[in-house]
């Protein structure tokens, strides 16, 4: 059965939920629900809650910052707290058993973000949650899962090296299963990992799957369907512009703006850019090395701006406490990687500025569709080098048509050239990954 948009299937018995109270959840969610500021569900969550409450699979390809979150969250949580298990499941008999939802993140950024989620909607009607991820003492988190959590948030890599050590976690009780981001895992390498979880788990037949993405090539359709059971059990939901037909396109609610730069020129530029924000302005910044990322953060530091930097390099605790600090405003510039680039959903950024360009086309619409989310608009800013980006000229002026965008003279000049392998003009017409303007 096929979803598209707000259209009901052939038959128009799957039903649209426009309104929260439309859905079955309990008092509690309700009102955190409220309590959050939400008015009504997203498109994403109209269609998810009653496909997912109709107990069976459902893929969602949805764009990031669409909402799926709680689009997958709230139907499991529902369905755990009323006893309304899958068919054949099974009573817990250990507390390392006990788990009755495993959810699966290509990011540890992404898994902590998602259980915080789980903290906030499931604590009101008692379901508790653990996160593993890499990066943190193992230890620890296996005295987490011991506490029994209903839940278990947690990335392919952590979960697999806990499956490994076998009396630290099993997931035969594991009954609802969700994918997020799961293309990203893909694109990580993480499908051996995806496998061996997999293999790990009940029965399809006694377990229910939902599995959301942002693109639907082949390579993910061939791994959806190991884990679904099949056609007459499965929901797809496809949200957004572009989703269903693999066409690639940019969030028309962000403005994106390309500046000829030399390096010698990027700091001045980007100086002047950033003194001419408004004071409430949120902004993130991305360059290609750890080392750029430090450089950039501490010269903007000395200059007065209040900034904060996210890579590879820095420890776990380094990490959060910047991703704090921005999210609360203490921050006004998170410079970083693309650690940061995707699965994150930071709310009210309203610049996203690509200091050095993007390695390829789904890099570049991940980077910029971290504005412009949750209804609002934001401007992407890509600094442009004529010493080695000309290249990606073609692929950028795809994209930029595509949503709408103003194309300058010195992109078009080079539209017709070969691109590169990272930036074919192919792949800026065929990816999928589509980014969201809708509420989260």
């Not at 990031?64 to 008999?93: C, D, Q």
């Not at 250990?94 to 898994?111: D, F, I, N, Y």
């Not at 530029?269 to 430090?294: H, M, P, Q």
């Not at 690509?354 to 910029?368: E, G, L, P, V």
Request: hydrophobic letters at 40%.
């Amino acid at each position: 059965m096929k979803v598209v948009e707000n259209k009901k299937d052939d038959d128009g018995r799957l039903p649209c939920w426009n309104s929260f109270r439309d859905a079955p959840f309990e008092e509690p969610i309700q009102q955190a629900l409220s309590g959050a500021g939400f008015t009504e569900p997203s498109p994403v969550q109209a269609q998810a809650w009653p496909a997912a409450l109709s107990g069976k699979d459902v893929i969602g390809v949805a764009k990031t910052g669409s909402g799926k979150t709680l689009g997958f969250l709230l139907p499991v949580f529902h369905r755990i707290s009323t006893k309304n298990l899958p068919l054949g499941a099974t009573e817990a008999m250990t507390m390392l058993q006990k788990g009755r939802g495993l959810l699966v993140s290509p990011t540890r950024e992404l898994a902590m973000q998602i259980h915080k989620e789980c903290v906030k909607f499931g604590t009101p009607i008692g379901i508790s949650a653990t996160v593993l991820y890499g990066g943190a003492n193992a230890n620890a988190q296996i005295q987490e899962l011991r506490k029994g959590g209903q839940i278990v948030v947690a990335t392919p890599g952590r979960l697999c090296d806990l499956l490994d050590r076998k009396s630290c976690l099993t997931l035969n009780n594991c009954h609802f299963i969700i994918l997020d981001e799961a293309d990203r895992m893909l694109d990580m390498g993480f499908e051996p990992q995806l496998k061996q979880i997999t293999t790990a788990l009940p029965e399809k037949s006694s377990r229910q799957t939902l599995f959301f993405t942002a693109t639907w090539p082949k390579a993910v359709r061939k791994v959806a369907a190991k884990f679904m059971r099949g056609e007459q059990e499965t929901i797809e939901i496809f949200i957004g512009e572009g989703t269903a037909n693999g066409e690639l396109v940019a969030n028309k609610s962000v403005k994106q703006t390309f500046i000829e730069a030399q390096d010698d020129m990027k700091d001045k530029i980007l100086y002047d850019f950033l003194c001419g924000l408004d004071e409430k302005a949120s902004v993130v910044i991305f360059a290609n090395t750890k080392r750029r990322v430090d450089f950039v953060a501490k010269m903007f530091w000395q200059e007065g701006f209040t900034t904060c930097a996210v890579h590879g390099d820095k420890q776990q605790h380094e990490r959060d406490t910047s991703l704090r600090k921005f999210v609360s405003k203490e921050c006004a510039i998170l410079v970083a990687t693309d650690v940061a680039a995707r699965g994150l959903d930071i709310k009210g950024v309203t610049h996203v500025v690509n200091f050095d360009m993007a390695r390829d086309c789904d890099s570049y619409i991940h980077r910029i569709g971290r504005t412009g989310r949750a209804g609002e608009v934001g401007e992407a800013v890509t600094f442009w080098n004529p010493d080695y980006d000309k290249v990606c000229s073609p692929a950028l002026v795809k994209i930029a048509r595509d949503a709408g965008q103003e194309v300058p003279a010195f992109l078009q000049k080079y539209e017709k050239i070969k691109g590169s392998k990272q930036w074919k003009i192919t792949d800026a017409e065929k990816a999928k990954d589509v980014l969201s303007a809708s509420s989260s």
